[in-house]
């Protein structure tokens, strides 16, 4: 009697299994069976020129300061005869990630290193357990993008007792140089921020109203490339004034929606200054739909992915400040350097090139 | 005696007066916030400015409709963001069929997704908030496996279902205005809109007077997959371009937040479509203003939890006797 309607059924247990399993099936097999996507736009994923991608350390921005293998302790080695691991933050599933670890990889492949590697997945706790599973998989140098700057402590106190080499390469860690670490390699995104903030008063003439948007709050990279971008503000053009600042979260989505909501309440606005591609990319789509056109508000923007230089072509925006990932040939060079007894900087800030109208079309083979 | 029935008399008139407020305040809340605007915001008072919000809830409100349905049997459906994934997926993964055939392998994914989870919970008992835990976890890695980085949508169709307007209203809301129809339709004049709530209502009941709950179940977790499944192709043509990983992230919660603002108690039994219209609308217009007003965006997290937590507090008095 406390049976369900179903009760009738032949089998009333294993029916139901079955079919979630088949609607679990069907899921998988929708997804990947026949698929098609669009046939991919003209222009070929042509890789450009190398050496126009190719990072360049700024040599006036670097310190003066130098690590050798004898200040870190620890032993000389041989790179090629070393396991190299490489701990990545974030998910590979934006064009900045993407293209530094495969940078990481190819230049690895290059050299003939054997390279073992792990993804966080934007999860802290994660990268440092990451780290140590590097370690106790027998890697004996490290390159690492961190997640955070600080929290490095349980990772720093077991390479230093094992001598081994640290490189972190797009974020610092926290710490002192050639003691917890060798060397950082990285954006000065200040800079950045400063190099977008000269882009827009060119963009303005040094005289209106721009909009922010800010990437994830409590990020080292949006607090610089804000900071950099008011100072040089600041300073430079009193004629503009800041008018938003609003977080995107560094998504296209994000992007999209805050910039759709800012030019409906402020239709004059001549400027808008995205701390990186995607929430630029997404401001476009807010501008078309709000019935603006190319060049009716200047966008500048921080990154250099393909998407965005495709956009100066067509006109919408108005200059992208780049921020390189490619890390692989600096990092393992570093690492040889370092194991081979040289001293090297520990702190090597790279050259980020910039894209506007007049070497946009010409470069955008460069783009990542 | 006396004092017995002077403690009484008031706290009848305090329980109407929460009864009333917990079932029309989202409406006051609506017009408070409006009124706001309207002295205070710059351009409030435009067509674009109500186009903006209206394609900025849409998505939302269509989420949350089927998330109505799942809590007024006294469910939850957690699913729902990695459903539009899914669908985002879908299609960024068929698009190549062309644009009517793309939108249907994402609403079968939805229907798919929706059977996963109803099938789970109405058969093989597993708690709602569970069952589709699984799912809004391993939904979302499907997807980023299928899809791992955003691609752009270049299909002129496509990006005319987001971008585009019938008799000036965007394609968008004319879509969430007929879902909205539906389900109201559904709720108010079917067997499986009466049979839904009976079963939040008191499932034991409603087995024992022969309603066939877990077909109803099955149906109402596919019926929020599918909706899921539209918001996902709604957002991806909005977008111009497939972003799995960022799709719908946390839409969970704004989809919760305004049905349990709009007054549908999370025990089931109940449910208010209208009240969840303008719970998402409360909720939308809560963030415009702050951005409009560009305060800081925890000041909107801080503004969001505080209707959250007056929702709840006025409907933490009823109970079902």
Request: one cysteine or more.
């Amino acid at each position: 009697m406390n049976d369900t309607p179903e009760y009738a059924h032949p089998s009333p247990r294993s029916r139901p299994r079955l079919l979630t399993v088949a609607a679990a099936c069907t899921l998988v097999l929708l997804a990947t069976a026949c698929a098609r996507g669009e046939e991919p736009a003209g222009g070929g994923d042509g890789g450009g020129d190398t050496e126009g991608q190719a990072q360049v350390l700024d040599e006036a921005a670097a310190g003066d300061q130098t690590c050798a293998i004898d200040q870190y302790g620890g032993q000389g080695y041989d790179l090629s005869d070393v396991k190299v691991g490489f701990s990545q933050s974030e998910a590979e599933s934006n064009p900045f990630r993407i293209t530094e670890t495969e940078s990481i990889k190819a230049e690895a492949q290059e050299r003939g290193v054997e390279l073992i590697t792990s993804n966080a997945q934007s999860d802290f706790s994660r990268q440092i357990t990451d780290v140590q599973d590097l370690i106790s998989q027998g890697a004996e140098v490290l390159i690492i993008a961190p997640l955070n700057s600080d929290g490095w402590k349980p990772v720093l106190d077991e390479t230093r007792e094992r001598g081994i080499p640290i490189i972190t390469v797009d974020r610092a860690i926290n710490g002192t140089a050639c003691e917890d670490f060798v060397t950082f390699i990285g954006s000065d995104f200040a800079e950045q921020g400063r190099r977008a903030a000269d882009k827009t008063i060119e963009a303005l003439d040094g005289e209106g109203e721009v909009a922010i948007l800010l990437g994830t709050a409590g990020n080292n990279v949006t607090t610089q490339r804000t900071e950099g971008f008011k100072e040089r503000i600041g300073a430079e053009a009193p004629g503009i004034e800041i008018v938003f600042e609003q977080s995107g979260d560094f998504t296209r989505e994000g992007g999209q929606s805050v910039t759709e909501q800012l030019v409906q309440s402020d239709p004059g606005i001549d400027a808008i200054y995205a701390q990186n591609d995607e929430m630029g990319i997404g401001a476009v789509t807010a501008l078309e739909g709000a019935g603006k056109g190319p060049g009716d508000v200047a966008i500048v923007t921080v990154d250099g992915t393909r998407g965005a230089v495709e956009y100066i072509i067509d006109g919408w925006i108005h200059a992208v400040i780049e921020s390189n990932p490619r890390f692989g040939p600096l990092a393992f060079e570093a690492a040889e350097a370092f194991g081979s007894g040289e001293e090297v900087g520990t702190n090597l800030i790279i050259t980020d090139r910039e894209y506007d109208a007049s070497n946009a079309e010409a470069e955008v083979g460069d783009a990542y | 005696m006396v004092r017995a029935v002077s403690g009484v008399r008031p706290r009848v008139d305090r329980a109407t007066l929460l009864a009333w407020t917990r079932d029309y305040g989202v409406y006051v809340g609506v017009a408070v916030i409006v009124l706001f605007n309207i002295v205070f915001t710059p351009n409030f008072l435009s067509l674009e400015n109500f186009r903006v919000q209206a394609v900025q809830v849409a998505p939302v409100l269509i989420v949350a409709l089927g998330m109505a349905l799942v809590i007024a049997t006294g469910g939850i459906d957690l699913s729902v963001g990695a459903v539009m994934a899914l669908s985002a997926s879908a299609i960024a993964l068929y698009l190549g069929y062309g644009p009517v055939v793309a939108v249907l392998v994402a609403l079968v994914a939805g229907a798919a997704a929706g059977a996963v989870n109803g099938l789970l919970v109405a058969f093989a008992g597993i708690q709602a908030i569970i069952a589709t835990l699984a799912l809004m976890i391993g939904g979302r890695g499907l997807a980023l496996v299928l899809v791992p980085r955003l691609q752009g949508i270049r299909n002129e169709d496509l990006r005319a279902l987001g971008s585009g307007s019938f008799l000036a209203v965007p394609y968008v809301v004319w879509i969430a205005a007929v879902l909205v129809a539906v389900v109201v339709f559904l709720v108010r004049r079917t067997v499986f809109g009466r049979g839904l709530v009976a079963i939040g209502g008191n499932r034991r009941a409603a087995e024992l007077s022969g309603l066939p709950v877990r077909r109803t179940l099955l149906l109402v977790y596919v019926l929020c997959g599918v909706l899921a499944a539209v918001a996902g192709v709604l957002t991806t043509a909005r977008l111009q371009a497939s972003d799995p990983n960022s799709v719908g992230v946390l839409i969970e919660l704004s989809a919760i937040t305004a049905v349990v603002v709009g007054g549908t108690p999370l025990t089931g039994g109940r449910v208010r479509i209208a009240g969840t219209i303008a719970g998402a609308v409360l909720m939308q217009l809560l963030v415009a203003t702050l951005i409009k007003h560009d305060l800081p965006p925890s000041w909107t997290q801080m503004a969001q939890a505080a209707v959250i937590i007056g929702a709840v507090y006025l409907a933490r008095d009823r109970r079902r006797t």
